[in-house]
């Protein structure tokens, strides 16, 4: 058998199990991951490697969610930022060495390995299908992240929700990740008596619809925190076809983020 014969699925995914009923040896198989035709995504999943440079944490984590989901519990959906990332909502700053995964269960929550087990309520409108995956929607994934990461780590995740809504309405193409601040309000009302909604209130009344990137959404925190005044965002700057990051009009001051 030759690496040209090595067939996976749409995301490049093949199981160990697969490779064997193509008639590969285990010596064989470990051969083409010692050249690099294969790389490790999870115990007994393999993903045939295309020769483009390393992958991001985010995407290696989009494909481990996608190798651990056929070894889940049936009614277990992932949750947390393993939803946030599958609905391709931004993350920064957000430890991706675990998946996290929800039962609808009042107790069990646990660690194992690299996969964390939340447990808690979860509704049928807090669940959607993304490419063949089941995961918490957007909203009920904001408030889950509000209610546990750090204000600023959750409103990027926040903020992108939102703003993906926006970038729907001109275009027209619906994505995943889209929600509305009616379906946060609704998410949160949901979650009251949870661990941490008090906080997730706090930081999601912060939100804003118009930010463009973490990077826009951090410095609108740090002038929060500062005590600065609210700037208007994505200010049209008169006379000109240019939109300003932030603005203060009335001081005639406008402020940019730009970079990564």
């Known amino acids: 058998m030759t690496s040209e014969t090595l067939r996976g699925d749409a995301h490049g995914l093949v199981r160990r199990s697969r490779l064997r009923e193509q008639g590969f040896s285990d010596d064989e198989i470990d051969a083409l991951r010692r050249s690099g035709v294969l790389t490790g995504v999870r115990r007994g999943v393999h993903r045939l490697t295309d020769g ?9 984590h989009a494909l481990r969610a996608r190798a651990a989901a056929p070894g889940l519990s049936p009614e277990a959906v992932f949750d947390h930022v393993t939803a946030a990332v599958l609905l391709g909502l931004p993350v920064w700053a957000v430890p991706l060495a675990r998946l996290h995964v929800l039962r609808s269960r009042p107790t069990g929550a646990r660690t194992r390995g690299d996969l964390v087990v939340h ?5 049928s409108d807090d ?10 929607g957007p909203a009920r994934t ?3 992240l509000a209610r546990s990461l750090p204000a600023e780590q959750a409103l990027v995740v926040a903020d992108g929700a939102l ?3 926006v970038v729907d309405g001109r275009t027209g193409c619906p994505r995943p990740g889209a929600t509305s601040p009616d379906d946060i309000t609704s998410a949160l009302a949901r979650a009251t008596g949870t661990t941490g909604v008090g906080t997730a209130r706090r930081t999601l009344a912060l939100v804003d619809p118009a930010s463009e990137s973490p990077g826009e959404t951090r410095s609108r925190l740090r002038m929060h925190l500062s005590g600065l005044p609210t700037p208007v965002t994505q200010w049209p700057v008169p006379g000109t076809r240019y939109r ?3 603005a203060w009009p009335e001081l005639r001051v406008v402020g940019e983020f730009d970079g990564k």
């Open 52 to 60: 483009g440079g390393p992958d991001s944490a985010v995407v290696d």
């Open 119 to 123: 447990s808690g309520a979860l509704a």
């Open 127 to 136: 669940v959607v299908e993304v490419d063949g995956l089941r995961l918490t």
């Open 142 to 144: 904001v408030v889950d």
């Open 163 to 165: 703003h993906a809504a």
């Open 244 to 246: 300003a990051d932030f």
